[in-house]
């Protein structure tokens, strides 16, 4: 994190920048994570504060063009010398970091929650298909091939569904552990990839048509894996969280 904030007599100066922001063009608010004390290392030394949106010297840069998700736009925002008051504030100072680890469990959760919605829609278009599509004088459907890739679709989609209703009561409770949500994150993502692309599979070369709806369900999940934390990182905090307890 290279964007700081450094303390004024009426409050604090921001400079940087940030990317890949979600939202970035549209939004009006902005929660900014910047470094207000140097002093100390990594993520120590983090605070957050509200800007809005028409602050003087804050700049939001180009519109990001993403492989997916084009609906929702990524964007470049920039810092220059933006003046915020003590009330802007989010939260306690040098204490950002531990806001926004308190809030990842629920957004990992919601990551989850995406990824499993998405393989159940991706599914449905994949069972609509494959009973209309003709080969061989019957529709594929009938191919023993295709109703085991099917069953195994299904099975995945069924069982990350009842581990992320279960997720969520124990979120609502707060008792949901970091460890847990990114199991769900990590384990939904590449549930949803894998059963995202066996769906295109069975659309066969129109399945690599922008026409057809399951290319763009293809397009738009490949970054669940990476968004949130990464498959990689969530398995190093499973990875530790269970060794830790032995």
Known sequence: MKTT??????????S?????????QNAS???VAAKTNLAVAGSKGTSLFLVDGDTEGFERGQNLH????HA??????????????????LGELDQGFLGLMNELPRERLGCAAIGVAHAEGALI?????????QAFGAPIAKIQSIRHKIADMATQTELHRI???????????KKLTPAQAS??????????????????QMFGGYGYMQEYPISRFYVDARVQRIYGGTSEIMKEIIGKSIIGRI
Do not use: P
């Not at 904030?5 to 921001?14: E, F, L, N, Q, V």
């Not at 940087?16 to 970035?24: C, D, E, L």
């Open 16 to 24: 940087g920048s940030k990317t890949f922001i979600t939202n970035g």
């Open 125 to 133: 278009l994949a069972l609509e298909y494959i009973k209309e599509r």
């Open 72 to 89: 929702a736009d990524t964007s470049e925002l920039f810092f220059d010398s933006v003046v915020v008051t003590e009330a802007d504030l």
């Open 163 to 173: 581990m992320l209703e279960h997720y969520k009561k124990l979120l609502s409770e």
């Open 5 to 14: 904030a450094s303390k004024t007599d009426s409050g604090w100066s921001i």
């Open 66 to 69: 993403k492989m997916g998700q």
């Open 183 to 200: 199991m769900a994150k990590y384990s939904s993502c590449e549930m949803e990839c894998k059963v995202i692309d066996e769906a295109l």
């Open 29 to 31: 608010v902005y929660i």
